[in-house]
Structure formats: C-alpha cells, structure tokens
Nanobody, 119 residues
C-alpha cells in the first residue's frame, strides 16, 4: 500500500519559516520523481517544487529564492524548506510521487498539510 504522509504545516507569521516533510512508503522511492504542490479553495493545484530521481530541481516562479526542496533516499523522505513566507503562501500543501514505466504512469498523492501565513 502506497502512503505519502506530510507533516510540518501550521500557522506562521509573515517572514517566518516552516519545514514540510513527506514520508513515503510502499514505493521504490529512489526511482520516483517527488514534488510539492499547493492548493487554495477555488483555484487549481499548482506546482511549488519538484525533484526528480536524478536530483533535477524545479521551482514555481512565486517561490524561487525562498523555498528549497530536498530528498533523502536513505529515509524515503522529501522536504520543503520554506523561508520568507508570505500570506499568499497560505494553502494546503500536498506531496506527490510520480514515475512512468512501460507507458504506464504511477501517480500518488498525500493527504495534504495546511500552511497558514498570517499575523
């Protein structure tokens, strides 16, 4: 059974920091591309950051220079360090694991963790 479990969300003041963690189980973690997405009510889910199985990294334009994604293959973990948080970063953050194998796509999501940035 595949599980992606996010943690680390919460309420933080503008300018503060949070570190999100995602623990993966039930997948061959090292061959999966991992990502963090976020969603606010009424809007589409958007990419925050992604890190591929070969450590190629991509960030959404709104978080470049403030957020850092990393992974620890030994622990089956992916992290999102969020600095200089802004109210517009408020959203539910989701962990994603994806790979393609023999023309089939394997795509898994966590349950999400709420991040609220407010004074």
């Amino acid at each position: 059974q595949v599980q992606l479990v996010e943690s680390g969300g919460g309420l933080v003041q503008p300018g503060g920091s949070l570190r999100l963690s995602c623990a993966a189980s039930g997948i061959a973690f090292t061959v999966y591309d991992m990502g963090w997405y976020r969603q606010v009510p009424g809007k589409q889910r958007e990419l925050v950051a992604s890190i591929t199985s070969v450590y190629s990294i991509n960030y959404g334009d709104s978080v470049k220079g403030r957020f850092t994604i990393s992974r620890d293959n030994a622990k089956n973990m992916v992290y999102l360090q969020m600095n200089s948080l802004k109210p517009e970063d408020t959203a539910v953050y989701y962990c994603n694991a994806v790979r393609s194998l023999r023309a089939k796509k394997y795509d898994y999501w966590g349950q999400g963790t709420q991040v609220a940035v407010s004074s």
